[in-house]
């Protein structure tokens, strides 16, 4: 059984960043499963209730963690949509490493501004906003606004290493 890393988040807050960080520093034997890449990309379906991202999000996760060492789950993965899917993996995996970037508004709008191609603009981001949005889960870590991108990343491999 592999171990499995959720990092969720606002829109803009940096998790999609330290995923990518993370799968390059895990190297290999290890998943990284988008949502928007599954959502967007793969199924191309609304981030609606049920939607058909979900249940694939979830069996990607589930080969994952029987086959790999890592298996990294990132996005927005709001708990009203995505979870009891989370909650059903997490007890999937050996050990479940899950974070929250808890960021006020203001912020997730700072770092979406200093992206290259944002796709979508302060008006989507504030209709998407949801502030506090924790699962409730044992073990949840939330990352503050505070910690720059590099931290956060140091103190996930330190997490993963213990």
């Not at 993996?89 to 974070?99: D, G, L, R």
Request: charged letters at 20%; hydrophobic letters at 40%.
């Amino acid at each position: 059984m592999g171990n499995l890393i959720v990092i969720r988040g606002n829109s803009g807050s940096g998790k999609t960043v330290t995923a990518n960080a993370l799968h390059e520093q895990l190297g290999e034997n290890n998943l990284l499963i988008p949502q928007d890449y599954v959502r967007r990309t793969m199924l191309r379906v609304k981030d609606t209730p049920n939607n058909l991202a979900i249940n694939l999000i979830k069996e990607m996760a589930l080969f994952g963690i029987k086959n790999c060492r890592y298996t990294i789950v990132e996005g927005i993965l709001p708990t009203s949509k995505y979870g009891q899917m989370l909650s059903e993996i997490i007890n999937q995996a050996e050990k479940s490493f899950i974070y929250y970037y808890d960021l006020p508004f203001e912020e997730t709008v700072k770092r979406h501004q200093g992206k290259t191609n944002p796709g979508f603009d302060e008006a989507d981001l504030a209709k998407w906003f949801q502030p506090h949005d924790l699962l409730q889960v044992t073990g949840e870590r939330v990352i503050a606004p505070s910690l720059g991108q590099e931290a956060v990343v140091r103190k996930i491999m330190a997490d993963l290493a213990h």
